[in-house]
């Protein structure tokens, strides 16, 4: 399970823009994940995303965790900014 809270650390966006945010991220995470991993998620009542993941390989599963985390941070930050 992955847990995503999209913030607005800068305070460049203002509150109507924030389900936006949260869409993007889910976004740029499902198309990163779904290469190694079936995943599924959902948004709670506070606005955090919820992903289930299920490596499609069991055997690389920490190689893989890192490497995409890595590449997560890499495409927000270039995306968001």
Aim: some cysteine.
């Amino acid at each position: 399970m992955l847990l995503i809270r999209p913030e607005d650390i800068d305070g460049i966006y203002n509150r109507k823009d924030m389900p936006h945010l949260g869409f993007a991220v889910a976004n740029v995470a499902e198309e990163l994940l779904t290469e190694s991993f079936d995943c599924w998620y959902c948004e709670d009542l506070y606005n955090n995303l919820l992903f289930v993941v299920k490596p499609k390989d069991v055997v690389l599963l920490k190689t893989l965790l890192r490497r995409q985390r890595t590449r997560f941070a890499l495409s927000l930050s270039s995306y968001l900014n």
